[in-house]
Protein backbone atom coordinates (compact mmCIF):
# COMPACT_ATOMS: atom_id res chain seq x y z
CA UNK A 1 0.00 0.00 0.00
CA UNK A 2 1.31 3.30 -1.19
CA UNK A 3 2.06 5.99 1.87
CA UNK A 4 1.99 9.78 0.93
CA UNK A 5 4.12 12.26 2.98
CA UNK A 6 2.91 16.08 2.56
CA UNK A 7 5.89 18.61 3.04
CA UNK A 8 6.54 22.46 2.82
CA UNK A 9 3.79 24.17 4.27
CA UNK A 10 3.50 27.42 6.72
CA UNK A 11 2.90 30.56 7.12
CA UNK A 12 3.62 33.42 4.45
CA UNK A 13 2.04 36.60 3.66
CA UNK A 14 -0.57 37.14 0.86
CA UNK A 15 1.84 37.92 -2.21
CA UNK A 16 4.24 35.12 -1.34
CA UNK A 17 5.66 31.86 -2.01
CA UNK A 18 5.74 27.95 -1.04
CA UNK A 19 7.02 25.02 -2.67
CA UNK A 20 4.68 21.83 -1.29
CA UNK A 21 6.47 18.32 -1.60
CA UNK A 22 4.75 14.98 -1.93
CA UNK A 23 6.95 11.42 -1.30
CA UNK A 24 5.11 8.43 -2.04
CA UNK A 25 6.36 5.28 -0.50
CA UNK A 26 5.15 1.85 -0.66
CA UNK A 27 5.22 1.76 -4.21
CA UNK A 28 6.47 3.70 -7.38
CA UNK A 29 3.38 6.22 -8.50
CA UNK A 30 5.44 6.64 -12.17
CA UNK A 31 2.25 4.98 -13.25
CA UNK A 32 -0.23 6.95 -11.75
CA UNK A 33 -1.94 10.59 -12.57
CA UNK A 34 -1.15 12.31 -9.88
CA UNK A 35 -2.72 15.58 -7.95
CA UNK A 36 -2.86 17.77 -5.27
CA UNK A 37 -5.70 18.88 -3.37
CA UNK A 38 -6.92 21.13 -0.28
CA UNK A 39 -9.28 21.67 2.27
CA UNK A 40 -10.34 24.83 4.29
CA UNK A 41 -11.60 24.62 7.63
CA UNK A 42 -15.26 23.58 7.96
CA UNK A 43 -15.07 23.38 3.78
CA UNK A 44 -15.25 19.75 2.01
CA UNK A 45 -11.50 19.12 0.31
CA UNK A 46 -11.37 19.96 -3.21
CA UNK A 47 -8.98 19.48 -6.49
CA UNK A 48 -6.38 21.63 -7.03
CA UNK A 49 -4.15 20.42 -9.93
CA UNK A 50 -2.92 17.14 -11.50
CA UNK A 51 0.61 16.29 -13.58
CA UNK A 52 0.07 13.38 -16.11
CA UNK A 53 2.05 10.08 -15.83
CA UNK A 54 4.78 11.74 -17.98
CA UNK A 55 4.57 14.81 -16.20
CA UNK A 56 4.10 16.41 -19.98
CA UNK A 57 0.51 17.37 -19.52
CA UNK A 58 -1.26 19.26 -16.32
CA UNK A 59 -4.29 20.90 -15.52
CA UNK A 60 -5.57 23.38 -12.68
CA UNK A 61 -8.74 24.54 -10.96
CA UNK A 62 -9.92 28.20 -12.13
CA UNK A 63 -8.53 29.63 -9.35
CA UNK A 64 -4.85 28.99 -9.16
CA UNK A 65 -4.14 28.93 -12.71
CA UNK A 66 -1.62 31.23 -13.81
CA UNK A 67 -0.09 30.95 -9.91
CA UNK A 68 0.20 27.10 -9.30
CA UNK A 69 2.47 24.68 -10.86
CA UNK A 70 2.30 21.14 -10.34
CA UNK A 71 5.16 19.22 -11.15
CA UNK A 72 7.01 15.49 -10.37
CA UNK A 73 9.76 13.51 -10.48
CA UNK A 74 9.46 10.02 -11.35
CA UNK A 75 12.91 9.12 -9.85
CA UNK A 76 12.26 10.37 -6.54
CA UNK A 77 8.70 9.32 -6.65
CA UNK A 78 7.98 13.18 -5.59
CA UNK A 79 5.35 15.39 -6.74
CA UNK A 80 5.36 19.51 -5.92
CA UNK A 81 3.67 22.44 -6.15
CA UNK A 82 5.00 25.83 -6.68
CA UNK A 83 2.34 27.94 -5.15
CA UNK A 84 3.16 32.10 -6.44
CA UNK A 85 1.02 34.97 -5.74
CA UNK A 86 -0.44 33.55 -2.70
CA UNK A 87 -4.06 34.86 -1.52
CA UNK A 88 -5.67 34.25 2.11
CA UNK A 89 -8.48 32.22 0.13
CA UNK A 90 -5.14 29.60 -0.59
CA UNK A 91 -5.43 29.08 3.20
CA UNK A 92 -5.99 25.03 3.60
CA UNK A 93 -4.49 21.49 4.62
CA UNK A 94 -2.83 20.37 1.32
CA UNK A 95 -3.16 17.23 0.40
CA UNK A 96 -1.87 14.75 -2.45
CA UNK A 97 -2.93 12.13 -3.72
CA UNK A 98 -3.33 9.92 -7.33
CA UNK A 99 -6.37 9.90 -9.89
CA UNK A 100 -7.51 7.57 -11.82
CA UNK A 101 -6.91 8.59 -15.18
CA UNK A 102 -6.59 12.06 -16.64
CA UNK A 103 -9.27 14.34 -16.21
CA UNK A 104 -10.24 13.48 -13.11
CA UNK A 105 -10.71 15.36 -9.87
CA UNK A 106 -11.49 12.61 -7.60
CA UNK A 107 -8.62 11.03 -5.35
CA UNK A 108 -7.98 7.21 -5.69
CA UNK A 109 -6.14 5.85 -2.64
CA UNK A 110 -8.41 5.45 0.14
CA UNK A 111 -5.54 6.30 2.41
CA UNK A 112 -4.59 10.20 2.51
CA UNK A 113 -1.64 11.59 4.07
CA UNK A 114 -1.46 13.69 7.28
CA UNK A 115 -1.50 16.80 4.50
CA UNK A 116 0.54 20.05 5.04
CA UNK A 117 -1.04 23.62 6.80
CA UNK A 118 -0.76 26.70 4.66
CA UNK A 119 -1.38 29.78 6.06
CA UNK A 120 -1.84 32.57 3.93
CA UNK A 121 -1.93 36.24 6.43
CA UNK A 122 -3.24 39.53 4.57
Known amino acids: QVQLVESGGGLVQAGGSLRLSCAAS????????MAWFRQARGKEREFVAA????????YYTDSVKGRFTISRDNAKNTVNLQMNSLKPEDTAVYYCNALSEYGSRVGLFDAWGQGTQVTVSS
Open 51 to 58: VSKSGVRT
Open 26 to 33: GRTVSNNV
